[in-house]
């Protein structure tokens, strides 16, 4: 494996990030999600040292631009519990932002030079660096806005070399995606498809594989819409069709109150504690280390260019970024 993985405290070689969430959130503010806040960096570091505990070395940050991150927080957090942690930029899906002074309303250009400065130089005035990019859509939709940060986000991945994740509203639109993205000169095996299993149609991700896409699969413990047997027959035919070696596994929690530092359940540690280890029984330990440690290093790996001019001066780190 070439390059290195970015992180939060700086570049890895891609062989030492070892099992990997690759979907959760330890700061989050969205108008999407009331009351579910993820903003008190103590419960959050908590929850942090929670999954490293249940057997995880790593975790994507996956909170993008405008949405309560906090990269300076968060580099303090894997800095305390030892958690390797690459964040994100980008955006979300449009209806994250609603209501004027969004980052929605950016042009293209500058979406680009924000974006390019967060994997290159440091995310909001700080000099903690995104190691992905994010986009998102729609349930079988994306908009004018989405459409262009799907497309700055595949030019900068084309240009860089950086991975992507992209939401999927439901597992929609995927093949629509890669498509888009391939326009912009993002090749399918630079982006994971996060939600794809909320279609959990192991044919359909058999086609995906064969795009070279990632499959995010993160809906675990969410039996009031689907028991996590449902996801595990559908990881399972996707082994047997010789789709491992593009699966990725996360949470994607995402809630307050599903956070057991905030007060909820089940957090972090369910996806090493309880779903792991009926994937591992069902595929066996060689697919299992595929997915956890060995896809996920290959997906976040890239060579980064040096920073463009304008870069801040080293030390002149400021507050974090609260959403406002
Ligand atoms: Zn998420």
């Not at 039996?223 to 596994?249: F, I, K, N, T, Y």
């Not at 956070?259 to 591992?280: C, E, I, K, N, Q």
């Not at 801040?312 to 959403?323: L, M, N």
């Amino acid at each position: 494996m070439t390059g290195v993985v970015r992180t939060v405290l700086g570049d890895i070689a891609p062989d030492a990030l070892g099992p990997t969430d690759y979907h959760e959130h330890l700061f989050q503010v969205t108008p999407l999600l009331p009351g579910e806040d993820l903003d008190d960096e103590d419960a959050s570091r908590a929850e942090a040292a929670a999954l490293l505990a249940s057997g995880a070395s790593a975790m994507v940050e996956a909170t993008p631009t405008g949405l309560g991150r906090r990269p300076q927080a968060v580099a303090r957090i894997s800095r305390d519990t030892g958690l390797h942690v690459v964040h994100t930029t980008g955006l979300h899906r449009h209806a994250h932002y609603p209501g004027p002074h969004q980052p929605t309303e950016l042009s293209r250009s500058d979406l680009l030079s924000r974006f390019r400065a967060d994997l290159l130089v440091g995310m909001d005035d700080t000099a903690v660096r995104a190691g992905l990019l994010k986009a998102g859509v729609g349930y079988w939709s994306a908009d004018e806005v989405e459409r262009t940060v799907l497309d700055a986000v595949g030019q900068l991945a084309a240009e860089t070399g950086a991975p992507v994740m992209v939401h999927l509203e439901h597992g929609s639109a995927a093949h629509k995606v890669l498509d888009l993205l391939d326009e912009s000169g993002c090749p399918p095996d630079r982006v994971a498809l996060a939600h794809v299993d909320r279609n959990p149609d192991p044919g359909l991700h058999l086609e995906l594989a064969a795009r070279g896409a990632y499959l995010g699969y993160d809906g675990a413990a969410r039996h009031q819409r689907w028991p996590d047997s449902m996801l595990l027959d559908c990881l399972a035919e996707v082994v047997a069709g010789g789709g491992g070696r593009r699966l990725l596994l996360g949470g994607d929690v995402a809630r307050r109150s599903r956070y057991v530092s905030y007060g909820g359940m089940p957090g972090l540690a369910y996806l090493f504690d309880r779903f792991v280890p009926r994937v591992r029984a069902r595929v066996g330990d060689e697919a299992t280390d595929q997915i956890l440690t060995e896809n996920p290093a290959r997906w976040l790996s890239w060579e980064p260019g040096p920073a463009p001019r304008h870069r801040p001066e080293k030390g002149s780190v400021v507050h974090d970024q609260h959403r406002g």
